[in-house]
């Protein structure tokens, strides 16, 4: 049950094989590296193979950021709200299943389950003549859709029968809950958008330093391209360093045990203030060179002079 795949329609797999796994590692290993190649060559074609990878992935990006998708009906509605929210790959999968939905499957029977649901019937056949038959239950108050074949809760994408009968409806707007965060242009925007739960995840500071700048590059990467956007962000980032400086102030000095003043009644036990004692002046005590030299006196001297001539 955990393998098989009528058992897991309900599972998020994109069609991914559990076998998948070990023949993507050895077609992988196989391109970069042969049977009498040594460890370090075998790093080295791997690294040359991540860094064409992922250089792939920029070009993809620049041209589903700065292009736009060739459509193959240009008057369908759906399709060109569609071309703006998803990848350029993953809109050609949703324009494919369309293009099947409206050609190759055809509504047999609607039935009204009750007032709020309608069941709609589907055949298409394979690719061997075999007539298949799905069946789909709408809802036209939000049009909360869900078909026998499983198809959007294992690939993500809503499949060709559900795609027919919205277009039977003549359905122009696909609620927000089919359009998976994944697949749209805007996928990579909320990685490092950080919400409280996942605050406790950076028990290192390396970790935290590391996320934090992915974070602030994509954002600036952002708004980049818009002067009003730029403003906003420096103003922002001026105030967060700010209060930032206060709240290391303050717990610098918690530290050293000079708590805040804002923590004065919270129980800390302080020396009472300095008070002056009644009739003291408030003249500056002079030092030992300014204060006056006392006088000898006359007794004192001729006591000297005396015991002089005596020894």
């Not at 329609?9 to 994109?14: A, F, H, M, N, S």
């Not at 799905?134 to 909360?144: I, K």
């Not at 129980?267 to 030092?287: F, H, L």
Request: proline share 2%; glycine share 4%; with cysteine.
């Amino acid at each position: 049950m955990k393998w098989s795949t009528a058992f897991n329609k309900e599972r998020l797999d994109l069609d991914i094989l559990s076998t998948q796994r070990s023949e993507s590692t050895n077609n992988i290993l196989h391109g970069c590296s042969k049977a009498t190649s040594s460890l370090v060559e075998c790093y080295v074609g791997l690294g040359k193979l991540t860094s064409s990878w992922r250089r792939s992935e920029r070009d993809e990006d620049f041209r589903c950021k700065h292009g736009s998708v060739t459509l193959k009906y240009k008057d369908c509605i759906l399709l060109k709200k569609i071309s703006k929210i998803y990848t350029r790959k993953s809109y050609s999968l949703f324009e494919q299943a369309f293009m099947d939905g409206a050609v190759g499957v055809c509504i047999v029977e609607e039935s009204r389950i009750n007032d709020d649901r309608i069941l709609f019937v589907t055949q298409h056949s394979d690719k061997a003549n075999n007539v298949k038959q799905w069946f789909v239950s709408f809802q036209p108050t939000n049009y909360d859709v869900e078909c026998s074949c499983r198809e959007f809760q294992t690939k993500g994408i809503l499949c060709k029968h559900i795609l027919r009968v919205y277009n039977h409806k003549n359905v122009t707007q696909i609620p927000e809950k089919y359009i998976l965060s994944r697949f749209t242009l805007k996928a990579k925007k909320d990685v490092y958008r950080f919400k409280s739960a996942s605050l406790d995840d950076f028990d290192s500071n390396v970790v935290f330093r590391s996320h934090m700048m992915r974070f602030t590059y994509d954002l600036i990467r952002r708004v980049e391209d818009c002067k009003i956007a730029r403003d906003y962000v420096v103003s922002v980032m001026n105030e967060i360093a700010k209060n930032s400086d206060e709240i290391l102030d303050d717990n610098e000095k918690t530290k050293n045990g000079i708590f805040p003043d804002n923590n004065k009644d919270k129980g800390t036990v302080r020396d009472p203030p300095v008070m002056w004692r009644k009739g003291r002046s408030n003249n500056r005590p002079k030092s030992h060179w300014e204060k006056p030299k006392k006088r000898k006196s006359k007794k004192l001297c001729l006591k000297k002079i005396f015991l002089t001539f005596n020894y």
